[in-house]
């Protein structure tokens, strides 16, 4: 190198993210590799250590219902089958009341034929309004079953999908810092660069070299 050159700069890209003042990310480049860290704050730690204990907890117990569950389930569905009984009550019971009174009233008597007919009748729509509760009961009882599945696997989809996004926050944060270790690796080769030309030529303007490796480092950017 000539005596009236300029002497190379040594560096070590490195890159840090501060976020209120606080160190929060950031990335070392050495001849080994590079290397990253990021530093969740206490709110941060503490929401994405609930939500992975969460899903670890939740996980194994996707499918299974507990007793307590199951009890529930078989307390909602005697509700249903009560609120369905009381309801036929309702319909036909009044029904056959007047029917009973009307015969009473007409032939003074409940044996006879009209009697017979009419509440074969009421007989059969009530046991087709049973039989309509018997099959509700089921379809109940299934749909409680799916709404609790469903309930579940959202809980813990949500759950997931937070970690995830905490996950994809940290490598969007360490690529910003790669990008700023980059741009300032790129700016230094540069000015080596022409600091070597200009060594080579005998001579150099030094602002010239920095304006010169600063617009090679930023182009890097804006590809």
């Known amino acids: 190198m000539s005596k009236s050159g300029k002497d190379y700069v040594y560096y070590n890209p490195s890159s840090s993210i501060k976020v209120n003042g606080q160190d929060k990310a950031g ?6 590799g590079t290397t990253g860290y990021y530093n969740m704050d206490a709110d ?3 929401a994405y250590d609930y939500a992975s204990k969460e899903f670890a907890l ?3 117990e996707l499918n299974v219902f507990s007793a307590d569950t199951q009890r529930d389930f078989d307390n909602q569905v005697q509700a ?3 609120q369905g009984v009381d309801e036929i ?3 036909y019971t009044p ?4 029917l009973q009174n009307d015969i009473a009233s007409r032939f003074g008597n409940l044996d006879n034929s009209v009697f017979m007919d009419n509440l074969s009748e009421i007989e059969d729509k ?3 309004a049973v039989s309509d509760l ?3 009961v089921q379809s109940y009882k299934q749909d409680l079953i799916n709404n609790e599945l469903a309930n579940r696997y959202e809980y813990l989809d949500y759950l997931n999908n937070y970690r995830r996004q905490i996950i994809s926050n940290i490598l969007n944060t360490l690529s910003t810092g790669q990008n700023l270790s980059n741009t300032a690796n790129s700016y230094y080769s540069s000015l080596n660069g022409i600091i070597s030309n200009s060594n080579n030529n005998n001579g150099f303007n030094f602002q010239n070299i920095i304006d010169s490796a600063l617009n090679t480092a930023l182009s890097t950017i804006r590809r």
């Open 27 to 32: 990335v070392n480049i050495t001849n080994t």
């Open 44 to 46: 941060e730690k503490k």
């Open 95 to 98: 029904m056959l009341q007047d």
């Open 58 to 60: 939740n996980l194994p």
């Open 89 to 91: 009550k309702d319909i």
């Open 126 to 128: 009530r046991a087709e």
């Open 134 to 136: 018997a099959q509700s």
């Open 80 to 82: 249903f089958i009560n």
